[in-house]
């Protein structure tokens, strides 16, 4: 059984390497990637002296400039394009209960991805990521490195994720406590979940 690294939590800046703007463009906040990094890394000038205190890094506590941000500069960068950004308590089960309703659901996923996860029709085992190196670790033992977001759209009662092309929400295998099956799921664990809609 593997232990989790001491101190290895994933943080509070979700996923690494520009996934939160990927996801956001797919949920339609923007056209473009590129215009999603530059306007995150423009919120994130903005509120820098506002959320960093004196005794912290800028890197490690705000994100890593064009890679990743900090929440609440993603939170206020999608206000600022016109949209509501809401943070769902119920997680998981408010995407499952979007499924039972009418029109369209977008919504933000922050977790922790898994290395392989199982495609829900033909059950095959495969690979989240081409290469994983060793000094990588697991999902399990070390979380901060796995850090990932994921855009999940629900649409008259059929949804998807996004992670190298829009996949079936099957592919999370989100029990009834809206909580993945980490020995299946595209996602080890979710810690949390934001409703994105326009702002009416």
């Known amino acids: 059984e593997e232990e ?8 509070d800046v979700p996923g690494s390497g520009g996934c939160s703007a990927v996801a956001l463009t797919r949920l339609d906040v923007f056209t473009r990637v590129y215009k999603a990094v530059d306007a ?9 002296s506002s959320l960093r205190r004196n005794d912290q890094k800028s890197e490690s ?4 400039a064009g890679e990743t941000w900090v929440i609440k500069i993603i939170q206020k960068t999608v206000v600022e394009e ?14 499952l209960a979007s499924l039972k309703l009418e ?30 190196s ?17 855009a999940c759209k629900v649409e008259d009662g059929k949804g998807q994720v996004f992670h190298d ?12 406590d809206g909580a993945p099956d980490p ?3 595209l996602m080890h664990s979710i810690r949390q979940v934001y409703q994105i809609s326009v702002k009416k």
């Not at 989790?4 to 943080?11: K, P, V």
């Not at 890394?41 to 903005?46: A, N, Y």
């Not at 949209?83 to 119920?90: I, L, Q, R, S, V």
């Not at 060793?134 to 994921?150: S, Y």
Request: charged residues 30%.
């Open 4 to 11: 989790e690294e001491e101190g290895s939590e994933a943080g």
């Open 40 to 48: 995150l890394d423009e919120m994130r000038v903005k509120l820098e």
């Open 61 to 64: 506590f705000l994100g890593v």
């Open 82 to 95: 016109g949209c509501n950004f809401k943070k769902e308590p119920e997680k998981g089960k408010a995407i």
């Open 103 to 132: 029109g369209k659901h977008l919504f933000f996923i922050d977790g922790v991805i898994n290395s392989k996860f199982t495609h829900p029709k033909t059950l095959e085992v495969k690979e989240t990521f081409s290469s994983i």
């Open 134 to 150: 060793e000094d990588d670790g697991t999902p399990l033992t070390r979380p901060h490195l796995w850090a990932h977001t994921l």
């Open 165 to 176: 092309g829009w996949k079936p929400l099957g592919c999370m295998w989100l029990g009834e």
């Open 183 to 185: 020995a299946r799921s």
